[in-house]
């Protein structure tokens, strides 16, 4: 074979090569491209991968910006994974609404889906909870931090006020009344994963727990992705619910939000929304009702405000011969009005605030300070509380005096009768004070009938006779004085009214709210 023709082959092989190399090359600059495109868009983790899959052009991948990408869903990230303090979003509108409280207090029930049926459902519910519960101890603003339950505070400098956030969270079927004791309102988180059915049941379970004529703000939160707009899909959810056919005395209005993105999308982008979660705690607070400004005060002498003022008058010309029925008149009077206070404080509180879980405050701590002393005591308005100590004000009422004193307009000449009929209406009295009244027994009344008709019985001289004139008042007044023996100590001597109808019959009291 000629020189020429060897060389020649050698040449065409030695290019052959050099281009399947150039191809190798080329092949694989291509599958790396792919690959660094695979994992910035799927495999790094930079939110749930809620879309679908999709196949990307060999032209679209070459010309992919991967740093760009990156550094897009990083900002995305970053936004949707943003820390949340709920009482610094919340303590501004509070404050706005409740300008005289120093201690603002709410409870947020967060109710997320029971089960983790798919990675959407287990993706909101976990995102969810750690926007409105914190990573723990270490974020600022969060006082206590536990399974299912957190406290945010945020101090407010005018006024000097401070903004506790109870948020409290559950994934159960059977609402909890413990859970669910005194929430000012709720997030309900729904999922197309779940059987409907199921939900229902889950969310009548909670109305169950909820007292009547609360009028709870209630928002619903969907991770799911619709093809309809937000007034379909918003009312399906209404729907499904049953929310249209229910009372609204548990449930005084709601809101639906679609944490999603790109909610009506056919695939989410892989995060959910922190201005949508943001603009529905707002909507929820600015629902909530202003909270009940309460005054703790000493029962008897509130009562006695009430009473006083009547006593006078029945001391003067307006009321002259004021009798035994006038002074008991007046007397059940005030009580009624007593009952009638504290009543109307504890409906103005169905939804029993404050939260029980604020005794989980530190006690050393700025908060629990300010808690106990511009808040009401836990518990004050419960029906356990209330009953037993309207039952008490109630039995100080006094009976009728049913005992005929139409001898006392007998005169006595010279007063020979007067120790006769000073005797009767020292019987009439002890008999109204053991038997009717039930207020001494026989070993006390003695003394106090001789005490009773020593000083506040005199004689009064009409024409030539003499006559016994009680002051009925005075009596009475002593009357008064042992029934309310009972609303002095204990556990009845305290109770809250409304502040504001106070100033009709101010208390000597301390101020709570």
Same mark, same amino acid.
């Given at each position: 074979m000629p020189a020429k023709k060897l060389i020649s082959d050698e040449n065409l092989k030695a290019i052959l090569r050099k281009w399947r190399q150039h191809a190798a090359d080329k092949r694989l600059l291509r599958e790396q491209k792919n690959a660094l495109a695979v994992a910035a868009l799927c495999s790094?983790?930079? &939110?749930?991968?809620? /879309?679908?899959?999709?196949?990307?052009?060999?032209?679209?991948?070459?010309? #992919?910006? *991967?740093? /760009?990408?990156?550094?897009?869903?990083?900002?995305?990230?970053?936004r949707s994974w943003s820390r949340l303090n709920v009482s610094e979003l919340s303590g501004p509108i509070l404050n706005e609404n409740n300008p005289d409280a120093r201690c603002l207090c709410w409870k947020l029930l967060v109710l997320v889906p029971t089960g983790m049926e798919s990675q959407t459902n287990s993706f909101v519910s976990k995102w969810l909870l750690r926007k409105l519960m914190g990573y723990g101890i270490g974020d600022i603003g969060l006082v206590v931090s536990s399974a299912g339950l957190s406290i945010w505070t945020e101090w407010i400098s005018f006024p000097n006020a401070c903004c506790l956030s109870v948020v409290r969270a559950s994934d159960q079927q059977? *609402?909890?009344?413990?859970?669910?004791?005194?929430?000012?309102? *709720?997030?309900?988180?729904?999922?197309?994963?779940?059987?409907?059915?199921?939900?229902?049941?889950?969310?009548?379970?909670? #109305?169950?727990?909820?007292?009547?004529?609360?009028? #709870?703000?209630? #928002?619903?939160?969907?991770?799911?992705?619709?093809?309809? &707009?937000?007034e379909y899909a918003s009312k399906y959810i209404i729907n499904r619910l049953g929310l249209n056919g229910l009372n609204r005395g548990k449930i005084g209005s709601s809101l639906v939000i679609f944490l999603v993105e790109n909610y009506t999308e056919d695939h989410a982008n892989g995060f959910f929304d922190d201005d949508k979660l943001r603009e529905g705690l707002k909507w929820l607070v600015s629902s909530l009702p202003v909270q009940p400004d309460v005054t703790l005060v000493k029962t008897h002498e509130l009562l006695l405000e009430y009473l006083n003022p009547q006593l006078e008058l029945l001391n003067t010309h307006v009321a002259p011969g004021a &009798?035994? &029925?006038?002074? *008991?008149?007046?007397?059940?009077?005030a009580v009624n009005q007593l009952a009638e206070e504290i009543l109307a404080a504890a409906n103005a509180n169905r939804s029993q605030w404050p939260a029980p879980e604020i005794d989980l405050l530190e006690r050393t701590s700025n908060e629990r300070i300010y808690a106990e002393m511009f808040l009401p005591s836990i518990g004050w308005s419960s029906p356990s509380r209330i009953q037993p100590l309207l039952a008490a004000i109630n039995s100080c009422k006094i009976p009728e005096f049913s005992y005929d004193l139409s001898w006392l307009n007998h005169g006595s000449h010279m007063g020979k009768q007067i120790q006769d009929q000073k005797k009767l209406l020292e019987e009439c009295l002890a008999r109204y004070l053991t038997e009717s009244a039930r207020l001494l027994d026989e070993s006390q009344v003695v003394t106090e009938v001789n005490v009773m008709v020593q000083n506040c019985v005199g004689l009064e001289l009409r024409d030539s006779s003499y006559y016994l004139a009680p002051r009925w008042v005075a009596i009475f007044r002593r009357i008064y004085n042992w029934r309310l023996a009972k609303l002095s100590t204990g556990k009845f001597s305290e109770a809250y009214v409304l502040t504001q109808h106070l100033y009709q019959a101010p208390a000597a009291a301390g101020s709570n709210g």
């Open positions: 790094l983790s930079l &939110g749930p991968p809620v /879309h679908k899959s999709t196949t990307v052009s060999k032209l679209a991948v070459e010309e #992919l910006d *991967i740093g /760009h990408a990156f550094k897009e869903r990083q900002a995305r990230k970053q059977v *609402i909890d009344n413990d859970i669910a004791n005194s929430t000012s309102c *709720i997030v309900f988180v729904v999922s197309e994963s779940i059987s409907w059915e199921m939900q229902k049941e889950r969310f009548n379970s909670l #109305l169950a727990c909820i007292p009547d004529e609360s009028n #709870l703000p209630l #928002l619903i939160f969907s991770g799911d992705t619709y093809n309809e &707009g937000y &009798g035994p &029925g006038d002074c *008991i008149s007046v007397f059940n009077n």
